[in-house]
């Protein structure tokens, strides 16, 4: 998924900062990459916290897990870019903080996972008649780059539940959108304002 998101104003600035000898490039990096930061705890991080019971330290599982699945590829010298990028990898079941099972059978039942917008059906199952009733499965799936994915049979696993790369679709919105927008534009004239204020170097 990509959206591409641009600063308002950046030939103007370019020729404020060229009057004073400087360049644009530092300051554009810093707030494309503040902007990347921010965003990925406020409008992912935090919601996606909500979906992952807490830890036996009692902190949230997802904060720091899910933080590590938003991968952020700065801005640098030659690349004046700066994105979010969400791991595919599923997430075990037994990490969300809801779940439950459908029986269909009496040794097979259908796993959901309760996610930002109600439930989402998992890939597993649960044994109803067994006394722990825990989310296994018994695929292992991988998708290649041209999107074909390939499953192959082996021991009990645990259950896996919907990628935070799904979560990150959903949580992509408008709103986010115009949010991240804001945000890059206040940052960009801030840095902009500290950098004239420094006067000609």
Do not use: H
Request: proline share 3%; hydrophobic share 35%.
């Amino acid at each position: 998924m990509n959206v591409t998101i641009q600063v308002m104003g950046l030939k103007q600035a370019q020729k404020q900062l060229a009057d004073q000898g400087k360049k644009v490039d530092g300051v554009l990096r810093g707030a494309l990459n503040s902007t990347a930061t921010k965003g990925r705890t406020e409008r992912y991080v935090k919601p996606m916290s909500k979906l992952f019971k807490s830890s036996v330290l009692g902190s949230r599982l997802g904060n720091a897990d899910v933080r590590g699945k938003l991968t952020i590829k700065r801005a640098r010298r030659g690349r004046m870019n700066s994105r979010i990028i969400p791991s595919s990898s599923g997430v075990r079941v037994d990490d969300y903080r809801r779940w439950i099972f459908e029986v269909l059978a009496p040794t097979r039942a259908r796993l959901y996972v309760y996610g930002l917008r109600g439930r989402k059906v998992a890939a597993g199952f649960v044994n109803p008649a067994s006394s722990r009733q825990a989310p296994l499965s018994t695929r292992n799936s991988k998708t290649t780059a041209r999107g074909k994915t390939y499953a192959r049979k082996k021991a009990l696993s645990a259950a896996i539940g919907p990628s935070t790369a799904y979560w990150f679709k959903q949580l992509t919105t408008s709103q986010t959108l115009r949010w991240t927008s804001d945000f890059l534009q206040q940052e960009f004239a801030k840095r902009m304002q500290l950098e004239i204020d420094k006067g000609v170097r």
